[in-house]
């Protein structure tokens, strides 16, 4: 059975960027591994559901999504502020 979600990744080095996969059923999880991805500078290669390569408007609604996540984390660490209020002020997704 194939996973839901499987996005993959590569890490750079300077002789070789080697390949990764990470699969999920679960979109919550999909997301935040894309954010965690986007915190530490992996390529993201390509996110497939069910199989197949996700078209270029989904694509760039998950890493938005992602990059939404990471920037509200960001700005409560900060600002010390919970995520009630980095909602309220600046309007990204908790």
Known sequence: M??????EYGIQ????SPTYHFSTD?????????????????????IKHEGVGISRPDFDRMVKSA????????LCASLRIK??????????AA
Not at 2 to 7: G, V
Not at 13 to 16: D, T, V, Y
Not at 67 to 74: E, G, I, P, Q, W
């Open 67 to 74: 990059a939404s996540m990471l920037a509200s984390r960001h």
């Open 2 to 7: 194939l996973p839901k979600y499987t996005i």
């Open 26 to 46: 679960d979109p919550v999880s999909c997301e935040e591994f894309l954010t965690e991805l986007l915190e530490r500078g992996f390529h993201i290669i390509e």
């Open 13 to 16: 080095f300077k002789r070789s």
């Open 83 to 92: 995520p009630e209020e980095e909602r309220f002020r600046f309007g990204f």
